[in-house]
């Protein structure tokens, strides 16, 4: 009994300063976000100028329909501009408080996989942005015709860019689990090559899920997507050509 309260109080003792150092980095990340979100607030209204510059062009315009509506937008704008600017904080209070129960190589690797997954979620937001939304925008505007005009609430386009948004830097993700399976010996690079018409049909469906229901818009989120796919199986090397290549 002695010792069962011997372990109870060391595992109380080891867990309570994680918790509080977890605490810690909670409170840090909260009161990051809300300080940054009354200047955010404050550059919503330019930043949502400049994304209706960006998919309108002067001939057509954006409305609202309810008295509040273009406020609830800002404020959408304020929290996604909120979470950019604090991000590179909220994951070094992270890092650090996992620094210290990874090894060297573990630390590397995560460092890695965190700069790469961080690099492929930007650029599929800026492939997003600045390359599909004009273009599935142009696509909407073109069944117009007389007597059929398009009329856009600004809260419907900013939510369909802001959602976009993030099935593209998620979707862009696939060349990084591509190259992680391969690497961490999970499926062999030559199952994956024998998979491919099955990897397509299932981007395709996961396009058809999460993008509007045009074939537009599916397919200009599948075809990079498989690109990509391509690119992580291209990258990722089998260990047994390594090996052969040492023997050699």
């Not at 994956?192 to 818009?217: M, N, Y």
Request: hydrophobic fraction near 55%.
């Amino acid at each position: 009994m002695r010792k069962m309260k011997k372990n109870k109080t060391l595992s109380n003792e080891t867990i309570l300063p994680h918790l509080e150092a977890f605490r810690q980095v909670l409170l840090h990340c909260l009161i990051a976000l809300g300080v940054v979100f009354i200047p955010a607030f404050l550059a919503a209204p330019m930043c949502l100028n400049a994304l209706t510059r960006l998919f309108l062009d002067s001939s057509h315009s954006l409305n609202y329909f309810t008295p509040l509506e273009v406020f609830w937008v800002q404020v959408k704008l304020a929290f996604v501009i909120d979470l950019i600017f604090c991000a590179p904080l909220i994951a070094r209070s992270v890092w650090r408080f996992l620094l210290p129960a990874l090894y060297e190589s573990e630390r590397r690797m995560i460092r890695y996989l965190s700069l790469c997954a961080a690099g492929l979620f930007i650029t599929g937001v800026c492939c997003c942005l600045f390359f599909i939304m004009p273009t599935v925008i142009r696509f909407g505007f073109s069944f117009e015709s007389v007597g059929l005009n398009a009329v856009w609430s600004i809260s419907a386009l900013i939510d369909f860019a802001l959602k976009l948004s993030v099935v593209f830097g998620l979707m862009f993700q696939f060349p990084l689990m591509t190259y992680a399976l391969i690497r961490l010996k999970i499926v062999s690079k030559e199952k994956v090559k024998q998979q491919r018409p099955s990897v397509f049909l299932g981007i395709l469906i996961l396009s058809a899920l999460l993008t509007p229901p045009d074939i537009i818009s599916q397919l200009l989120l599948a075809l990079p997507t498989y690109f990509l796919f391509e690119l992580g199986l291209f990258f990722a090397k089998d260990e047994k050509k390594k090996k052969k290549v040492l023997t050699l």
